[in-house]
């Protein structure tokens, strides 16, 4: 026979319970801490730098006329700016289709001790009014169609 009555069995498990559920979640927070990849515009860069272990997301605009490509033929570096600062990027990999002067980027990598973000990835980003070059020459009707075949 046991010392304790039904009811105090319940709230032993409940506890037990929610201390498990807890320690799951410390787990998952603490197994998630280093894959956290922060966003930062080139402002919010400028005044407070990440880590450079810290791997985070720089997102902004390429600034015209700063796309260079180094003597490897491979590296690319070039300037991402959101208006007020700007921050040095360098990119070694191939090019986003999309990815050119004047457009949106979202780099992925570390900051450098010399201030260059090192981008590991690059996603360019496209305005609202982007259309694909195989629906820019179909009438309305045409890319609907093609658009509804594709979808199933």
Known sequence: MSALKPKHQRLVLVVVALIALIAAGLLAAYA?????????????MAANPPDPTQA???GGMVQAGTLKTMS??????????????????????ILPDLFVEG??????GKLGADGTFVADNLLA???ENYVPRE??????????RTVSETAQ
């Not at 990849?37 to 919010?44: G, L, M």
């Not at 457009?103 to 992925?108: K, T």
């Not at 629906?135 to 609907?144: C, D, H, S, Y």
Request: no cysteine; aromatic share 8%.
């Open 32 to 44: 998630l801490r280093n894959q956290a990849s922060y966003f930062y515009v080139p402002t919010q």
């Open 56 to 58: 985070v997301r720089l």
């Open 72 to 93: 490897d033929g491979i590296t690319v570096a070039f300037i991402v700016g959101d208006g007020e600062a700007q921050v040095p990027v360098r990119f070694a990999g």
């Open 103 to 108: 457009s949106g980027v979202v780099a992925e």
């Open 125 to 127: 980003k496209h305005d």
């Open 135 to 144: 629906l820019e020459e179909m009438t309305a009707a045409q890319a609907k």
